[in-house]
């Protein structure tokens, strides 16, 4: 997922004209030719020979911020922009904006969410046997509740 998030990157990059081929190529530490391909692959999901290192030379530059949900957008129109805005972007330059934002979305909430909530779950269930144990050994039963309602 993120080997596909990063190629995403990459194309976003050179497609908002932040950077030109060969600064890409710098940037990561590929061949410019490697570069091209990922360029040229019209799947998303694109990674073939993108490597951990590629990855780290690329999270190094940017920042842990690459993996927010506004960077893909920032790079095709960024906030405070008076001359590029959402409506100014070709159909084209939306969809890879929608790409990234979809990616960034599923990867950092999702996972974390669910195991949390899960575990919640879990100590809930425990608490509940807990509480239904203790019950039990008291002696306590809903006959002496009915009794003495009436």
């Known amino acids: 997922m993120v080997n596909t998030y990063i190629t995403h990157v990459i194309r976003c990059l050179y ?20 570069c091209k391909e990922i360029l040229e ?32 957008k920032d790079l095709f129109a960024p906030q405070k922009s008076h001359y590029r805005n959402w409506e100014s972007l070709e159909e084209i330059e939306k969809e890879m904006v929608n790409i990234g934002v ?4 599923v990867v950092s909430k999702s996972s974390v ?8 779950c879990s100590h809930f269930i425990n608490s509940c046997e807990q509480m239904i144990s203790v019950i039990k050994e008291s002696g306590s039963s809903d ?3 009915e009794s003495s309602e009436n």
């Open 102 to 105: 979809a990616i960034t979305n």
């Open 143 to 145: 006959d002496g509740i």
């Open 41 to 72: 692959k019209k799947e998303t999901g694109y990674t073939e020979g993108l490597t951990l290192e590629h990855v780290d030379r690329i999270v190094d530059f940017f920042g842990m911020a690459i993996f927010g949900t506004s960077f893909c």
């Open 113 to 120: 969410s669910a195991v949390n909530y899960a575990k919640e």
């Open 15 to 34: 497609k908002s004209n932040t950077l030109e081929l060969s600064e890409i190529s710098k940037l990561i530490g590929a061949p410019e030719e490697f």
